[in-house]
């Protein structure tokens, strides 16, 4: 893609990707409503002569974020979309192209998602990582979470386009990653560069992944095991022994938050299903089985239907993106042992919220059957979040057909 259409893409995107798609040669209708969905976030996200996003639709400039550890942060209005929901749409796209293969959504990776990320890049503090918001403004915090995230796609972009730029870029990631690693609490990955007030689920169950990930496209062993020893601290630290689910964070006193939520789980049950595979050790196996069960019976609750009846779906809770991350747990499962039990359970509640979780604008709301306006019903994060798992349940139905 050119600069020209570049600028025609900015402009008429889901004319411009809807068509370049084409809609009518998907081959699942989980990828054709993964399509669709992309052109509807780039329609009413995208911010004008740029690449940057917004963080909500309808945008006001009012918006503060509420998942931030500073005080300053969190009240200051900012214009464009925080790093978290910047990396989802990294994701979404990253998912589509996966399942397509189509070029398409490799020329949006190339031209509007890394020049939007590279925005955020932050080369002055040693190492060099990704900050929670653009350069431009004044200084903001780093998370190893959100890094973590980016480090993941630019793995998976590597292994679908081999271009060495993107593992080179991931294992900068992971350099700026293990930095957030010491020995207080006998190991662990802080969630904030600059509060260093918690080590979380979420900054350290995804570094197994992305370790181990490096690992399947280096063959170093070095990633290896570090993958084992951060799954070995979670295990041993932040798992519920009961059912094998993941509690949130432990501060530096000793204290365990013991909230649970699905992302959390789900990545820790990816991470056991990539040591399985690069191991045969069975232990491994066995826990994302099991992890993967807890998560459905813990994450799941009944929606009512317009005639009385009730499905039993996903309990999204406040972030369906949270659920996304766990369905990656189950798709990377599912390439283990082919039981589709999970990848249904999934998919029929991605066929509920198609049906009457979205709006007039192709958008959708934080649970699969909200559509009402409120704080998060059109954030970002949901909108890439759909994306992502309709895109990665639709390869494997496409996959199951051949």
Request: aromatic share 14%; charged share 25%; with cysteine.
């Amino acid at each position: 893609m050119g600069t020209a259409r570049f600028i025609l893409a900015a402009l008429c995107c889901a004319w411009l990707y809807s068509c370049a798609a084409g809609y009518g040669d998907m081959p699942d209708r989980n990828v054709t409503r993964a399509a669709q969905t992309l052109d509807s976030l780039y329609k009413y996200y995208s911010v004008p002569g740029t690449a940057l996003l917004r963080e909500t639709y309808p945008f006001t400039e009012e918006y503060t974020a509420t998942y931030l550890a500073s005080e300053e942060q969190v009240e200051c209005p900012k214009e464009f979309a925080f790093m978290w929901p910047a990396t989802g749409t990294f994701s979404a796209v990253n998912a589509l192209y996966g399942a397509t293969g189509s070029e398409t959504y490799l020329g949006i990776i190339v031209e509007k998602v890394l020049p939007g990320l590279e925005e955020y890049y932050d080369a002055v503090r040693s190492p060099s990582g990704y900050s929670s918001y653009i350069t431009s403004a004044p200084m903001s915090d780093r998370y190893y979470d959100d890094n973590i995230w980016l480090g993941i796609d630019f793995v998976e972009l590597y292994t679908m386009t081999g271009r060495e730029e993107y593992l080179a870029k991931a294992m900068e990631i992971w350099r700026f990653v293990e930095s957030g690693w010491d020995e207080a609490l006998r190991g662990g990955v802080y969630w904030c560069e600059q509060s260093r007030s918690s080590k979380n689920a979420c900054s350290n169950a995804p570094a197994a992944v992305l370790a181990l990930k490096l690992y399947q496209s280096t063959a170093e062993p070095g990633y290896l095991s570090r993958g084992r020893d951060i799954y070995q601290w979670i295990d041993t630290t932040l798992k519920d022994s009961s059912d094998g689910l993941v509690f949130d964070h432990i501060t530096p006193s000793g204290t365990v938050d013991t909230t649970k939520y699905s992302y959390n789980s789900g990545q820790m049950m990816q991470a056991a299903a990539l040591l399985y595979s690069a191991t045969g050790e069975e232990v491994y196996l066995m826990d994302a089985r099991r992890i993967a069960e807890s998560c459905c019976r813990r994450f799941a609750r009944d929606y009512s239907l317009p005639d009385g009846r009730t499905r039993t779906l996903v309990d999204n809770g406040a972030n369906i993106w949270f659920t996304a991350v766990m369905v990656r747990g189950f798709c990377e499962l599912y390439r283990i042992d082919r039981d589709r039990k999970y990848i249904d359970f999934i998919t029929r509640s991605l066929d509920h919220a198609w049906e009457y979780g979205r709006d007039g604008q192709g958008l959708f709301g934080a649970q699969w059957d909200a559509t009402t306006e409120g704080r998060y019903e059109k954030w970002l994060l949901n909108q890439a979040a759909m994306v992502e798992m309709m895109a990665r349940v639709g390869k494997i139905n496409t996959e199951m057909t051949k």
